[in-house]
């Protein structure tokens, strides 16, 4: 909390940790890290690969260190790199205008088996990065399969980055990604024809249009940006200031976070609850002699299931 | 095991219900069917939309009711049918042939958000048709999404369907599918050229040379059939009686069922547990309170989600 780099990057490694001990030594951190009562805010940027999330992420980071109260923690995560194994090298060594900065931690985080990349133990890598002093938290996902839904569980703002094209680049959008987007960049327009980003720009906004409203107190909005020359990115970061002041003033902010936070007590519970029973010596000594004898069907996989966590689950008094 | 069609329709249908009392009922008859010792075949057929399942089973039931011994059930799964409506109706107006026979009992099953439609509940309406004295049993899936993992853990062939194309048909077909493929068969070659259909055959069969082998003792073959005049249903038939026959003779056939056994009962492990969890009264009284103090920022969701589990699981002795 003093803003120590290394006790931060050392918290995040215990909650990415799978051994237990560490584990627990992540939880005692989580627990002394409530109530920091710092205002943070929480943007998620997804795109599909190619649209530029990290230019763009870096860019915008200069955008925002205008404002020297303004520390940044960068989450990024690629779940292709877990088979290419390149992409998050490439990601660092492109955000190397970053690297340098005091005022900025970057992370690439772990997908570990959830789609797109967004798991609870990012969920938890926030806290620790707002504990730490961050007030703008960047979580980088490639938008695909159900990321968008993890996604939208642990930020307040989600930007959506489109490439330019002849406006039916949304088809390879998923509908779900463009319903929690809470503001669309077309991204690269110096490489493209005017008439391409006008046509993007178009397929856009009226698929938003389309859209059931994600709040009723925020309508997203189409930004034209570039990375190389600068163009949009101001536009960019002063729609996310607004959104969370319009969030802010009608309490749909606090009561999103407040659900964020539900949803992550409940992920925490099946993951403590599956834990708790696979490490409990009665399932330990009792499971593969069950297995064995539903295999040789002298008894029925539900009957063994049942009396297996009868065992286990405490009789109700 | 009378042999009552109603009395399985009431079981599939215990089994298929949310209600726990049913659940239970369910799970007594279940119980009570073990070790029925009839020696059962149990056929996947998957396949991409349109690609002739409904009426490649009629036929090949037909055939199979050439031997007097046999008594076929078949599950039907579409999960489509959830979005469309129809299919499941059209299924079994193009079965209309089988509808009337008292050796062949059809079953739509609910694919209740299991995708391609397989869940551990189509596991437990095989047990019932079995002992109920059917001894082959047809599970008709869609290949899609991860369909292929749940067909492969309860049926001990599996027959892909491919439709004649220009060889490039394959690409619509996961490499997951055609690895758990005993058997291929390309169907309405009538309605295809000659040529089509010589491309598709050598497509199919050096995708499959180029697949690891799912059983050593077995080769998968590609049949060209036609559900119209009836080319190669007797072959497509013929093969799976000698891939039982290999198997069983290996030892493969019986440690393959046995290994389904296992995943059954690890995945009744698992919703017991949920529900002996989520329906103790431990947990009804405080998970809002424990909950509420999470959102409140007053508890972690960690050390919620332990406290709670702790309160339900046995402690150790």
Redesign the interface.
């Known amino acids: 909390m003093q803003g120590n780099r290394i006790a931060l990057s050392r918290a995040i490694t215990f909650v990415e940790s799978t051994r237990s001990d560490h584990q627990e030594l992540?939880?005692t951190i989580?627990?002394s890290?409530?109530?920091t009562g710092r205002q943070s805010l929480r943007i998620g940027i997804t795109g599909p690969p190619g649209s530029g999330k990290s230019t763009l992420i870096e860019t915008l980071c200069l955008e925002i260190l205008k404002n020297p109260n303004n520390r940044i923690a960068v989450l990024t995560i690629d779940p292709s790199s877990e088979r290419s194994g390149g992409s998050i090298l490439g990601d660092k060594a492109r955000m190397e205008k970053l690297a340098g900065s005091k005022e900025v931690f970057i992370r690439p985080s772990p997908s570990s088996g959830y789609l797109g990349g967004t798991s609870p133990k990012t969920h938890q890598a926030i806290l620790l990065c707002e504990a730490a002093g961050y007030n703008v938290i960047i979580v980088e996902t490639v938008g695909v399969g159900q990321s968008e839904i993890f996604i939208d569980s642990m930020v307040d703002y989600i930007l959506l980055l489109v490439l330019p094209g002849s406006g039916d680049e949304l088809q390879g959008i998923k509908r779900g990604i463009m319903e929690i987007a809470d503001g669309i960049a077309i991204t690269k327009v110096d490489e493209a024809t005017e008439k391409n980003v006008s046509l993007s720009q178009a397929a856009c906004e009226s698929a938003l249009k389309l859209l059931p409203k994600k709040h009723t107190v925020w309508t997203p909005h189409v930004t034209l940006t570039s990375a190389i020359t600068g163009r949009g990115i101001d536009a960019v970061w002063n729609n996310i200031l607004e959104f969370a002041e319009k969030l802010r003033e009608s309490g749909t902010f606090e009561k999103n976070r407040?659900k964020q936070?539900?949803q992550?007590?409940?992920a925490?519970?099946?993951?403590?609850?599956?834990k708790?029973?696979y490490s409990?010596?009665?399932t330990k000594s009792l499971?593969a002699k069950?297995?064995a004898a539903?295999?040789e069907?002298?008894?029925?996989?539900?009957?063994?299931?049942?009396k297996?966590?009868?065992?286990?689950?405490?009789s109700?008094?």
Chains 1, 2 share one sequence.
């Open positions: 992540a939880h989580l627990d890290c409530l109530e407040k936070l539900h992550l007590f409940c925490q519970v099946d993951l403590q609850l599956k708790s029973f409990h010596p009665e499971f069950t297995a539903v295999e069907n002298s008894m029925s996989p539900f009957t063994g299931a049942k297996l966590v009868e065992k286990v689950i405490r109700p008094r």
